[in-house]
């Protein structure tokens, strides 16, 4: 089992950077994967970043560009760098681990405004 508490969100102008956090109960060399995701108002939950355990990358196209997903494999987190933002960028971002099954942070309130 794990526990994951985003954090980093805030409100921002269109253009603007954020860099959000995804702070896990143990270490996350051995989990498969950790995602970001998002949900706008009235919106279905979207996946918006992926890194593997080797590394890998995957971006929403929404967002390829100008946001970056890493992690730290001597600890136990995850980050977005968001650049350039958008309205569109505004929503609830979620964290999540995906090993044997899925776990989910409570999500960190990113606002973007005009």
């Known amino acids: 089992q794990v526990q994951l508490v985003e954090s980093g969100g805030g409100l921002v102008q269109a253009g603007g950077s954020l860099r959000l956090s995804c702070a896990a109960s143990?270490?996350?060399?051995?989990?498969?994967?950790m995602s970001w995701y998002r949900q706008a108002p009235g919106k279905q939950r979207e996946l918006v970043a992926v890194i593997t355990n080797s590394d890998n990358t995957h971006y929403a196209d929404s967002v390829k560009g100008r946001f970056t997903i890493s992690r730290d494999n001597t600890g136990s987190t995850v980050y977005l760098q968001m650049n350039s933002l958008k309205p569109d960028d505004t929503g609830v971002y979620y964290c999540?681990?995906?090993?044997?099954?899925?776990?989910w942070g409570r999500g960190t309130q990113v606002t973007v405004s005009s």
């Open positions: 143990r270490s996350i060399f051995r989990i498969n994967a």
């Open positions: 999540k681990a995906s090993e044997v099954r899925d776990y």
